[in-house]
């Protein structure tokens, strides 16, 4: 007759293994390898979802110039003017000229309504238009940051006042340079970063509309 068959010998014990033992070895080698193979899933995934997001980084086109939207000025102008019964300012310019925004704006500080484009210029500046209805001297002071005048220009028949700021270090935003002028009850603000050469053709864009409320 066979010897009966002893138990795995542990060597931490130096005796065979109980049946419990045993049964607790095989418990937790079984635990190790669903823990092992969950761990080498979730890394298999993983790699998985960076592929994919490569994947379709690489397939978007690219394109060296600016993300800008292109708003539709006349448009919005067309239903903003319903506020207004004076013609809100739409320049017609030149290519290499594109407006970023276009709306109604309302000043938290005195209550002007301001009609607003955000223009961005060939050279790759901004100007600001702002036209506030029956504005006053403060809204245009807020819009360039309480600076000082420092000269006028005419432009297209048009007279305006001068704001340099371009060599100030004081941090007022875009107020880096600006141009304003009164008609009527309205006032025409342009401010932003770009040339003179940019100013005057935003000035000369709008010098119609400035005229017809004088």
């Not at 293994?17 to 899933?41: C, L, M």
């Not at 690219?62 to 292109?70: A, I, Q």
Request: with cysteine; proline share 5%.
């Amino acid at each position: 007759m066979a010897a009966p068959s002893e138990g795995r010998v542990v060597a931490e014990l130096g005796r065979p293994e109980t049946p419990e033992e045993t049964a607790a070895r095989k418990a937790k080698n079984s635990r190790e390898y669903r823990d092992r193979k969950t761990t080498r899933n979730l890394v298999y995934a993983l790699v998985a979802c960076l592929a994919v997001v490569i994947v379709i980084v690489l397939a978007v086109p690219r394109s060296n110039e600016p993300m800008h939207p292109d708003v539709d000025v006349a448009a919005i102008a067309e239903q903003a003017q319903a506020v207004s019964d004076e013609p809100l300012a739409v320049p017609d310019l030149p290519a290499g000229w594109s407006a970023n925004a276009a709306e109604l704006r309302r000043s938290q500080t005195d209550g002007v309504t301001a009609w607003y484009i955000g223009n961005l210029t060939p050279s790759g500046e901004f100007i600001g238009l702002s036209q506030g209805l029956a504005a006053n001297a403060t809204w245009s002071a807020d819009l360039l940051a309480r600076t000082l005048a420092t000269g006028t220009v005419q432009i297209d028949g048009v007279d305006w006042t001068i704001y340099d700021n371009r060599d100030s270090s004081d941090d007022i935003g875009n107020a880096r340079y600006g141009l304003t002028t009164e008609s009527g009850s309205t006032i025409f603000v342009l401010a932003g970063t770009a040339t003179d050469a940019e100013f005057a053709t935003m000035a000369a864009a709008i010098a119609d509309t400035v005229k017809a409320q004088q």
